[in-house]
């Protein structure tokens, strides 16, 4: 099974400021004959489903707002939220589904500073 | 407006079964692949399963529930099931239905239902 390991598991940040959330994966989500990464980022808010906000690891979804920026490194991806507004705060979570079992990371708490 | 709603969840005891329903609209329902998801209270998400669209109907389980569920979809109906059978106290959560981007199981999941509450206790 691929493991996906977020960094940090909570993270507060003022409102404006940047907000940066890893992902590692425990081996490559390169689907090579698409050049496209495999991996996802969603936003939970309480009491609500997920969120997609981006997905091929970097192409973000219609209507998020361009604060949320997503990329790869290998086998390392980033989400950051470039500055970061109230209704931000929330779990985010990457998922691989490159290879079955399609795993998600543990999730990042993020709150306001 | 894609919409998802899913049906079925409840109390059940341990060896039971149960049979969740995802009723779809808003998009052309046979063209895409289909997930469930699931999330105990207070904890991380879990993917389950995957359905791909209509074709091969190619379908993927996580290791802890493969051979007690089944994946299916009427595409006539514009409904997705999942058969949970041999339920045990760890099945409990909510479980999310999901719609994929594309035919392919291999995609996230760009939008979900509100989900159904599954729970295995005696």
């Known amino acids: 099974d691929i493991v996906m390991t977020q960094s940090p598991d909570s993270l507060a940040v003022s409102l404006g400021e940047r907000a940066t959330i890893n992902c590692k994966s425990s081996q490559s989500v390169l689907y090579s004959s698409k050049n496209k990464n495999y991996l996802g980022w969603y936003q939970q808010k309480p009491g609500q489903p997920p969120k997609l906000l981006i997905n091929?690891?970097?192409t973000r979804e219609s209507g998020v707002p361009d604060r949320f920026i997503g990329s790869a490194s290998g086998t390392d991806f980033t989400l950051t939220i470039s500055s970061l507004q109230a209704e931000d705060v929330a779990v985010y979570y990457c998922?691989?589904?490159?290879?079955?079992?399609?795993?998600f990371g543990q999730g990042t708490r993020l709150e306001i500073k | 407006e894609v919409q998802l709603l899913e049906s079925g969840g409840g109390l059940v005891q341990p060896g039971g079964s149960l049979r969740l329903s995802c009723a779809a609209s808003g998009f052309t329902f046979s063209n895409y692949g289909m997930h469930w998801v699931r999330q105990a209270a207070g904890k991380g998400l879990e993917w389950v399963s995957s359905?791909?669209?209509?074709?091969?109907?190619?379908?993927k389980y996580t290791d802890s529930v493969r051979g007690r569920f089944a994946i299916s979809r009427d595409n006539s109906k514009d409904t997705l099931y999942l058969q949970m059978d041999s339920l045990r106290p760890e099945d409990t959560a909510v479980y999310y239905c999901?719609?994929?981007?594309?035919?392919?199981?291999?995609?996230?999941?760009?939008?979900w239902g509100q989900g159904t509450l599954v729970i295995v206790s005696s």
């Open positions: 999901a719609k994929g981007p594309g035919s392919s199981a291999f995609t996230p999941s760009d939008y």
């Open positions: 998922q691989q589904y490159y290879s079955v079992p399609f795993t």
């Open positions: 091929w690891a970097s």
């Open positions: 359905i791909s669209a209509t074709g091969d109907g190619s379908t």
